[in-house]
């Protein structure tokens, strides 16, 4: 009975254009939000939410890829202060005290996550997850559940924001996952002009998680530990694919 559904849920999801799957995984994770709003887990629960959107996906039929990087969102007024400075773009930027102060009273802001390697607390874990998905139209994105972390006044960041990348970018998401990739970057911009980018590339704690038996069963990588919320937001992705029900005439 659950296989019979699930491959009509597939059959559904397949015949709705990529607008309507990208809005429905954007109130799915609105509806995340709420979720672990009302368990008190923090805003920062990356690896949580993608790990359960991604069971939930692979559930639907749909392919998807867990892939770690790192996140910046820049305001506009930092993008156009980094235009004037020699670097490699947003993130990147080695600011003088005065510089960041100037800034901020001018509203800029920018938000970033960096990987393990530049933490100086060897403990933390570090680093950013998304998801790659490949809807039914054989088209590639990135889906970030967790991007409302990023949101200030100045960077007007959606809800479970996704985006188009290629069908290269998604292929080489395992690549990702284990060394340092040459064009592992992409970047989007907002339509306030502020810019959200993602460098992918290795964290050592998912490296040692998917080889450590023990650190796997305790760590938000296992979806087991997470079963009452993927059921959550199964039975809400349900709601959300019969809403549009969209068949083929």
Request: charged fraction near 30%; glycine fraction near 4%; hydrophobic fraction near 40%.
């Amino acid at each position: 009975m659950a296989e019979a559904k699930n491959k009509n849920l597939k059959f559904k999801l397949n015949t709705l254009c990529d607008d309507d799957v990208v809005d429905m995984l954007s109130e799915l994770a609105v509806y995340f939000d709420k979720i672990r709003s009302e368990r008190n887990i923090l805003p920062t629960c990356c690896l949580l939410a993608s790990v359960s959107m991604s069971t939930l996906l692979s559930r639907s039929g749909l392919d998807s890829k867990i892939v770690t990087c790192e996140a910046c969102a820049s305001s506009k007024q930092v993008i156009d202060m980094s235009s004037t400075m020699s670097t490699d773009g947003p993130g990147q930027e080695k600011w003088t005290k005065e510089q960041i102060q100037a800034m901020k009273s001018m509203g800029a802001r920018q938000v970033r996550v960096i990987r393990q390697r530049f933490l100086r607390d060897s403990n933390a874990i570090g680093g950013h997850v998304v998801v790659f998905v490949k809807l039914g139209s054989g088209n590639c994105y990135l889906y970030d559940p967790t991007s409302r972390q990023f949101r200030r006044p100045s960077i007007n960041v959606d809800d479970g924001f996704m985006a188009s990348i290629t069908k290269k970018m998604y292929e080489k998401a395992e690549l990702f996952l284990k060394k340092e990739c040459k064009n592992n970057e992409v970047a989007f911009h907002m339509p306030d002009q502020s810019i959200l980018q993602y460098r992918f590339g290795p964290i050592d704690f998912m490296k040692q998680a998917r080889l450590n038996k023990e650190l796997f069963k305790k760590s938000d990588l296992n979806p087991e530990k997470h079963k009452e919320i993927i059921e959550l937001l199964w039975t809400k992705w349900l709601a959300l694919v019969l809403e549009r029900d969209v068949l083929p005439t």
